[in-house]
């Protein structure tokens, strides 16, 4: 599957909803099939979903604060095209 994606930068990821007790081996699948694993828990990454959108600024300034204190702990913002994340 991940031969399909040609541009350089594009990764495809997994997911964490997993079967339950599968989720080792779906993840060492998805590594198998040229993918990477997206966060194996819920503390790999800060993680802001669409329902979190009309939060932004007040997320915005307490992911600020907190990524002091977490520098290796990515913040990734998940969107369906750019250009609705401009639009909010």
Same mark, same amino acid.
């Given at each position: 599957?991940?031969?399909?994606?040609? %541009?350089?930068?594009?990764?495809? @990821?997994?997911?964490?909803? $997993?079967?339950?007790?599968?989720?080792?081996?779906?993840?060492?699948?998805?590594?198998?099939?040229?993918?990477?694993?997206?966060?194996?828990?819920?503390?790999? %990454?800060? @993680?802001?979903?669409?329902?979190?959108?009309?939060?932004?600024?007040?997320?915005?300034?307490? @992911?600020?604060?907190?990524?002091?204190?977490?520098?290796?702990?990515?913040?990734?913002?998940?969107?369906? $095209?750019?250009?609705?994340?401009?639009?909010?």
């Amino acid at each position: 599957m991940s031969t399909c994606w040609q %541009a350089p930068k594009l990764k495809l @990821l997994d997911t964490r909803k $997993t079967l339950p007790g599968l989720r080792t081996a779906l993840k060492y699948a998805v590594l198998c099939g040229g993918g990477a694993n997206h966060r194996l828990g819920l503390s790999d %990454a800060f @993680l802001i979903k669409e329902n979190h959108y009309r939060f932004r600024l007040r997320y915005g300034r307490r @992911l600020k604060k907190r990524s002091g204190c977490t520098p290796d702990v990515p913040v990734e913002v998940e969107v369906e $095209t750019l250009e609705s994340w401009m639009k909010r």
